[in-house]
Nanobody, 121 residues
Framework: LVQLVESGGGSVEAGGSLRLSCTVS????????MAWFRQAPGKEREGVGS???????AYADSVKGRFTISKDNAKHTLYLQMDMLKPEDTAMYYC???????????????WGQGTQVTVSS
């Protein structure tokens, strides 16, 4: 079963922190590049960051230094630690995966259902 399930969203004041989790089915976790995306109302979807099979990570400039992507191989879980949150980080956050890194960036094959993050000023 191909599955990505996010959790951990919520509401927080500016400057606060949240950690999102994405539990990933074994087939995807062991064979795919993974990423976090977000989409705010009225805005285009934005890539937040990605992680490859070796654990190398890359971030969008807008979150660099504030967000951290990691994964737990024993739990098959992808994480997004978000610190120093800003109101402009408010969005629906999605984890995603693809067998091909270029496809991951352009339009991943596998998606989670999303989790809402709201940051108040």
């Amino acid at each position: 079963l191909v599955q990505l399930v996010e959790s951990g969203g919520g509401s927080v004041e500016a400057g606060g922190s949240l950690r999102l989790s994405c539990t990933v089915s074994t087939l995807i976790y062991n064979n795919c590049y993974m990423a976090w995306f977000r989409q705010a109302p009225g805005k285009e979807r934005e890539g937040v960051g990605s992680i490859d099979l070796d654990g190398n990570v890359a971030y969008a400039d807008s979150v660099k230094g504030r967000f951290t992507i990691s994964k737990d191989n024993a739990k098959h879980t992808l994480y997004l630690q978000m610190d120093m949150l800003k109101p402009e980080d408010t969005a629906m956050y999605y984890c995603a995966a693809d067998h091909n890194f270029r496809h991951l960036v352009a339009g991943p094959e596998y998606w989670g259902q999303g989790t809402q993050v709201t940051v108040s000023s």
